[in-house]
Every structure is written in structure tokens, then in C-alpha cells.
């Protein structure tokens, strides 16, 4: 049960975008933005909007203010601001790590086919341009189903010429939570000179960052779904750092991340703002968050395990907070996953989403769902979602299977999962 101390009202008070009809849930593809967080960027684009590092007094204030936004997100998930850059997205800092890592012809990546593109794409781009031989991992137990990363899988995949190991810290679609410092034991057991990859985008709206904990060399998550502006963050690792070219320009000296793989820095009214989001976190504490979404993700989870004859769930089916975080993706048997989220669209106010969410190996080849562009529905909950609004939902979404809305069109070429 949430806490005691866990007020639900204060909590919405503090995001405007809650103030409508609309009810958020794709909160996966990205959060709504604290009010403090506007009020933030609106004085800063309002009065300190200039180039930084000058020595005029509003340059100077400037300077200050990005410099906090770098000391406050290193300080939020136990590094340096030496080993994190911002910028535009994950998938940008991926790109730009990729694009940077030394790596020679006959290296391997071992790449998991669970992740999000945006932690695939430029690791085979890089290998195809390297000769880097490229292997996937592709969990052996519950696979079509609820598929997860595990250390038993992976051993058997690494090798004395294993240059990168990437993994999920949370599918965007199963919602399940990998053991990331379990992983990172395993990789360094069998090749210490491993590097380790860990996409958070998913996890880090839901639970607290301590790379030095996890044990990762690169870890990257977007602040636009912790509650901020369009911004991401990469960590690298002090030995990931010795692993890399600079991507800066020839005079930088490359003491940090920033000046490694930043071109140019990330965009400085953002930046500059993470300050309120870690305050934030830290005045509502990850305990009454994980007992908040753990209970509203139990209302929803439960009503889809009363049903597997019409209903499966991709992904952990328990609400334990320990195992998942509320993202949570189904399909209906004989529906398009589009045709349930339209019909519950056109019935409430309830917003979800359906499709791949850009992790199409998963759906296709892991999952093994015949039409990968339909995918899954998801619904996408975080703390500031009410019991009302999921017991709503459920009620809609009761309504729109019983009355079979949503039938997928006859196709004999597309059947469905065997193993339903």
C-alpha cells in the first residue's frame, strides 16, 4: 500500500499538464514536466540566455546554472560530472558513444535482441562499418512471453574477443527490471575487458541510479520521462573513457565526457533545470513511489490475469515492484492492438499506445508477434496516476473486449502466437 506520507493530490499539484480531461497513459514515451521545472527554463530563457563561459555577470550566472544542472544529475546517480554528457536523446548518445568506441576488425558486440533500437541500431551500424562480428542474445526461458536478461544466457556468448555487451535495464515493452549488476559480475568473470552497455530509459522514471552499484561502463536514460525537458543523459565509466576517440574538436583536451562526446553541450536551458527534477525525487522519496505504482499496476495486471483465454501479457506478471515497473503491454486474442486502443479512445478520455515502440526485434523475433507494426498495447503508469483513473480504465477496457471491438482483419498469412 502507498505511504502514509504519499498525498496524491500534492503530488498532481506540482504537474500542470495533469489539470485536464486528457489521462496520461504513455507516460513510457515520456513523462509530463514539473512545474518547477517550467518556472525553471522560463527564467533562464527569460534572463540568463547567453552564451556560457564569458565574464560578464549574466554569462557568469549562466555558467553557474548549467554547471548545476551537471552537478546535480552526477551527484543523482553517484558519479562525477567529469564521466556524463547531455544531450538530445539516447539514441543520440548512443550514436555519438558508438561512433567514438575503439574497436578493430575480428571484435565481437554480444547485442540484446530485448532492447529498445535506440541501444541496437548503432552498435550493428558501427560493426557492419568494423568488421565487428555481431551475436545476439536472445533469453532462452519464457521467450515468447516474459523473456529476461539473465547471467546463464549470456556466458555462454561471451569470449576472449568480446569488445561490448549491451542489455535493457527495463524493457519499454515487458516492463520487467534486469539484474544489471548480476550481469555485470558475469561479464567481467568471463572477460574483465568487457565493456557494458545499459539502456535505463524505461527504469530510471521508476526507481533510483547508482552506476557505481550496477557496475556499468556506459548508462544512458532521457530526462523527458523523469519528469523533465527534452534532454538525456550518458555516463561513461573511467575505463570506458580510455576506451574512446574524441568526438570534440582538436584543441579540447578530453578530461571530460562532455568534452569527449558533448559537440557543443546539451542545450543549456534544459540542463540547467535538472536541479528541480532531483528535488523533486527526493521530497516525494522512491519508497512511496514504489508502493503507489506498485498498487496501481496490481489493479490493472490483475484484471488482465483473470483472463488468458482472451488476454496475454508480454512480460512480468506480478505487480511486485521488485520484478516490474508499470509498463505493461497485452494483446487480445483476434484484435489489433490498435483497433483496443482506438475503441478505448473513442470511449474515455484515457490515452495508452500500441505498436513496437521502436523495440521491433523484440516484438517480431523474440516474441514472435506476427504483425509487429500492430504490436502491443501499453499502458504506462507512474506515481502521479490515481486508482480512479486505472480502475476507469479497466472498466473501459472490460467493456470494448466483451463487446469485441478492435477484430484484427482476417489474414492467412498472420497467425497468432502459437504458445497464447
Sequence with gaps: MPSSTFDIAAVRSQFPALNQKQVFFDNAGGSQVLQSVINSITVYLTKTNVQLGASYPVSQ????????????????INASAKDIVFGASTTQLFRNLATALKVKAGDEFVLSKLDHEA???????????????????????????????????????????????????????????????????AIKKVNPNTLFAVDAVAYAPHAAVDVQAFGVDFYSFSWYKVYGPHLALLYVSDRGQKEIESLGHFFKPGDTVEELLGLAGGNYEAVQSVPQIVSYLDSVGWDAIHAQEEEIQEILLSYLRSNPDQIKIYGEPSADRRLRVPVISFRVKGRSSFGITDAIEARSQYGGRAGHFYSKRLVSEVLEIPDSDDGVVRISLLHYNTKEEVEGLVKILDEVIQEGIGKAAADPEKKEVSNW
Aim: aromatic share 8%.
Design 61 to 76: 550566472t549562466s555558467t553557474d546554472k548549467f554547471d548545476s544542472g551537471y552537478q546535480a544529475a552526477a551527484k543523482y
Design 119 to 185: 541501444n541496437i541500431a548503432a552498435w550493428v551500424q558501427v560493426a557492419e562499418w568494423k568488421g565487428v562480428t555481431v551475436k545476439w542474445w536472445v533469453p532462452t526461458q519464457n521467450t515468447r512471453s516474459n523473456p529476461k536478461l539473465v547471467p546463464e544466457d549470456l556466458q555462454t556468448l561471451i569470449t576472449s574477443k568480446t569488445r561490448l555487451v549491451t542489455a535493457t535495464h527495463t524493457s519499454n515493452i515487458l516492463g520487467s527490471v534486469t539484474d544489471v549488476a548480476a550481469l555485470s559480475k
